[in-house]
């Protein structure tokens, strides 16, 4: 069976050939360069073998190409950490999930968030985190502890006003409509954004449905500081560590967020949506 660090693994092995090849070395060469077995060489390329540290640095030592090691260093050591299967790390349940996510965000100061479908976890009531931590336990089928994590987030929501943090959020138009339990709900969740517009240290933009398309729109990622960058896929989530990546979703974040609205058109934009759900609802 092929893992998730088995592709990060052959993916880094791909780009440690590049550098070789790119250095006009053969793989017998640089094995000579460096006292290694020639085997040694081929098993790294082929990710079948994880580098050390030091091998990288002989690596780019003897390919001239030193300006590449802090990225690969942090490729490695992101192997076997960046990829959480959702049924392994959801064994101790969503609360215990939710306090693990309030440690990484207590060291954190600048938060840039984009979420394209739901309205994010920082800013969710706890009736909206109850639906949706329930549908996602119902999808993964794990234990059903959705009130208790839904109270562990709402914990978490304390880096909003405690510490010099700032934070930056893009939603897609999409999340203020994507029906989470209801009009009632919903428009609770409409109210609680719009009283989190007044949050001195939250910037917080919609990407209205009509914007032009300038960015690939996938899945939402948060990117805390310029250290780690997060999103989810239906199997698990992703911590990224590269300054490379890090810098690509950084550029992303640039993007959406031109796209967006802010300020006043940002309180109408709500206004809006929540005075259609007291309609719906009453």
């Known amino acids: 069976m092929t893992t998730s660090a088995d592709q990060a693994r052959a993916s880094l092995g791909i780009r440690l050939r590049d550098i070789r090849r790119d250095a006009g070395l053969s793989g017998v060469r640089l094995a000579q360069f460096s006292g290694w077995l020639s085997s040694k060489v081929s098993k790294i390329e082929h990710g079948r073998q994880t580098p050390s540290e030091e091998d ?32 392994r790390i959801m064994r101790g349940g969503t609360r215990r999930r939710q306090q693990a996510s309030a440690a990484v965000y207590e060291r954190a100061r600048l938060f840039r968030i984009y979420e394209p479908a739901v309205i994010p976890g920082l800013l969710q009531t706890r009736e909206y985190a109850v639906e949706v931590l329930s549908t996602f336990i119902d999808f993964i089928r794990v234990p059903d502890d959705a009130e208790e994590g839904a109270a562990a987030r709402l914990e978490r929501q304390r880096v909003l006003t405690h510490g010099d943090r700032r934070f930056h959020m893009v939603l897609g138009a999409q999340a203020l409509y994507t029906n989470v339990g209801g009009a009632e709900v919903m428009a609770g969740q409409m109210e609680h954004l719009i009283a989190a517009l007044k949050l001195p240290r939250l910037r917080l933009g919609i990407i209205p449905l009509d914007a032009p398309y300038r960015v690939p729109l996938n899945n939402g990622f948060w990117i805390m500081d ?19 990546e890090i810098a690509l979703y950084g550029r992303a974040f640039e993007r959406l967020a031109a796209m967006a609205i802010y300020g006043a058109e940002v309180r109408e934009f709500l206004s809006r949506a929540l005075d259609s759900l007291t309609a719906r609802s009453s």
């Open 56 to 87: 990288l640095r002989v690596w780019c030592d003897h390919c001239h190409a030193l300006d590449q090691l802090p990225d690969l260093i942090a490729a490695v050591r992101s192997i076997e950490t960046q990829f959480a299967e959702w049924r």
């Open 226 to 244: 310029e250290a780690l960058v997060q999103f989810d896929t239906y199997s698990a989530e992703l911590s990224l560590v590269r300054p490379d």
